[in-house]
């Protein structure tokens, strides 16, 4: 016979209370969407009014937030929004889940591009309430593949990882994690389809919010392109951009740099790397060009693996920016950020699981995950709680100041929520509510 808890067998269970909140901390998020005046703004940018379910889209796509920010990852995960007085924490009111999939399915191109527009002023809104960055403006744009299993998902296909899904573009704040930018594609969209466009409206979007100081945009290699290359320099950004260095121009270009030329870095202890640069030049006529070729190479010092892979393996990027290669080869390695943030929008805010059959419903969930990414590291930045400028994790935030049980009850005539006793992270959260309660009203 196994050994029986008698004290756990003792409690009975009843779903019976009204007045319990899931998530308490939610009042957080909903406070900041509150200041920015978000459903007003959406009611005012989304028209899609006389469509069957485009009423009212304000309330909707906030339902849909924040079931992501409390951890949902499928429309019927909004239901938990509905249960007890969660609704009453949240300032709108709560929509169910079959609402919500029709409201997706509204959608056309031209709606999923005005729900781009709101998370567009959702940052200029974010930023001039003092989230905003103080001076030069990192930016990485990268691709990702957001995986799928059904065979009837409306523009899903097969990309260079072989695996069936969408690809979206995403430009992301380096310093914060936010997502600047993004945009759903097929899943069999080359990875520079689009960038060009995406790059124009990336740019004025981010000088709209607020940024007017030097703006830099790194690329991995699946960007390079000379006519990317001149998108950047007629808006004045900045760039590092990745290249393949198995090409016959940029591999007879690194062939050309002499061996004293490289200089050591820091780098594994079974590996050593070296730096150098060269000049990379491409066309012809009136269309050739020069520029700043920054090369690192590796290779094993161990002597058993030497023997298996004894040559050297070279990876550049091509620069308008100033510096030593040094400087600028280990300001370039930090394009790696950009994963951690695809990582968290797709564990953290809803991604990782696509729910519709049709594009434009699914490009809107798309939309509203940002939005969710988005206002979770606002929340965590306006605030005041977050951690010696690192990366804000979901998962974390949520842990200690979203996931938090409470009770709505009436005291005097005022609703309190009353929080557990002895929670690790009671003090963050009165610093968080207090400081977001202090932000001023967004105008409009």
Known sequence: MTRVSRALDRIDVSFDDPNLVAN????????????????????????????????????????????????????DHADMLRAGSTA???????????????????????????????????????????????????????????????????????????????????????????????????????????????????????????????????????????????????????????????????????????DDAWTPIEYTDDGEAEVAECAYTTGAGKKKVTRRLVVRRTRLTDKAQLKLWPDWRHFGFLTDLDGTAIELDRFHRQHAV?????????????????????????SAWLQCAVLAHNMIRWTAIAGKVRVDNQLVVARTLRTRLLAIPGRLVNRSGRPTLRMPTNWPWATAFTTALDSLRELAPAPG
């Open 338 to 362: 950009v994963e951690l943030a695809i990582r968290d929008l797709k564990e953290g805010a809803g991604l990782e699981h696509v729910p519709s059959g049709n594009f434009q419903a699914n």
């Open 88 to 258: 009453d924490v949240l300032g709108h009111r709560v929509m169910a889940p079959s609402t919500l999939g029709t409201f997706l399915r509204s959608f056309t191109f031209g709606h999923v591009r005005q729900l781009e527009a709101v998370n567009g002023r959702a940052l200029e809104r974010a930023w001039t309430a003092g989230v905003g960055p103080s001076g030069a403006l990192v930016v990485d744009v990268d691709s990702t593949i957001c995986e799928v299993v059904g065979k009837h998902k409306q523009g899903a296909g097969y990309g260079y990882t072989r695996k069936l899904g969408y690809h979206p573009l995403l430009a992301t704040r380096a310093d914060t994690g936010e997502i600047i930018h993004a945009r759903m594609r097929k899943g069999s969209a080359n990875t520079q389809r689009g960038a060009r466009r995406f790059i124009d409206e990336l740019v004025a979007r981010v000088r709209r919010a607020g940024a007017a100081d030097k703006l830099t945009i790194r690329f991995d290699s699946g960007f390079w392109a000379n006519d990317t290359i001149s998108v950047l320099n007629r808006l004045n950004v900045r760039y590092t951009m990745a290249v393949r260095c198995s090409s016959k121009g940029i591999n007879d270009a690194i062939s050309q740099i002499a």
């Open 24 to 75: 308490a901390g939610l009042l957080l998020t909903a406070t900041l969407a509150d200041r920015l005046g978000l459903e007003t703004m959406i009611d005012a940018t989304v028209k899609l009014a006389g469509r069957t379910g485009g009423a009212r889209p304000g309330r909707k796509v906030l339902t849909l937030t924040h079931a992501m920010i409390a951890g949902g990852t499928h429309i």
